[in-house]
């Protein structure tokens, strides 16, 4: 009976060892699930990256629609900021110092379909600077009739042509420019994608760049809040 007993007792603490350490197991792997969900890639932050341009560009196009029916509704200082960081967070950080600087060389050297894309998105990159140029001067002063159906135009231009424009990036060469370069480097450069983000604007610029559309959506009446 004695001998009995003590097989039991052994075998619950084998049955109560074993759920600990599988709880364990179960814990460890849901921190390391939850490390590796808050690690952002380089190639997911350049697509958040897009995320937030894509959204200047449903601003663009909504205000060039209401810019002809009622060139009044549409506020030019609220224009005015999202020009403003489609210029700094789009053009002079993400354009410039990412793709131009570090994505658009790798990809050109490692050849094929996504090597061919070079050129259209550089000059695309080229004409939406001159698209924006145009808008923050015509939003720096009220929007009158005149100048309402130009800013339309270019409004509605530069959002078409980012439209296709992101895609591209998106689905051929970041995909390229991933498949070139080993995990390691991909890894280190979005490290020095980061250092470079923080030389630029002192911070991490994304969550402040998601405030600022935030904000100008609300200032056009587009925040479904």
Do not use: N
């Not at 759920?19 to 808050?38: F, I, N, P, W, Y």
């Amino acid at each position: 009976m004695a001998t009995m007993l003590d097989g039991g007792s052994t075998r619950r603490r084998f049955v109560l060892a074993t759920g600990s350490a599988v709880l364990l197991a179960a814990c460890r792997d849901k921190d390391k699930d939850k490390d590796s969900d808050e690690d952002v890639g380089a190639v997911e932050d350049l697509m958040r990256e897009h995320g937030v341009i894509r959204r200047v560009l449903v601003v663009y196009r909504e205000s060039a629609a209401r810019l002809r029916t009622d060139a009044a509704s549409v506020p030019p200082d609220a224009l005015q900021k999202a020009a403003r960081l489609f210029r700094s967070f789009g053009e002079d950080y993400h354009e410039r110092l990412l793709e131009e600087a570090h994505i658009f060389p790798a990809v050109k050297s490692a050849g094929g379909a996504a090597a061919a894309e070079i050129a259209t998105l550089l000059a695309q990159h080229q004409r939406g600077r001159e698209l924006t140029d145009f808008m923050l001067s015509v939003t720096a002063r009220p929007i009158g009739a005149a100048s309402a159906e130009p800013l339309a135009r270019a409004l509605e231009g530069l959002a078409r042509m980012y439209e296709e424009h992101a895609a591209r990036e998106d689905t051929i060469v970041f995909p390229a420019w991933k498949k070139a370069l080993s995990k390691k480097a991909i890894k280190e450069l979005g490290e020095q994608f980061e250092d470079i983000e923080k030389k630029t604007f002192g911070k991490d610029r994304f969550d402040d760049a998601v405030e600022q559309v935030t904000a100008v959506e609300r200032a056009i009446g587009l925040d479904p809040a």
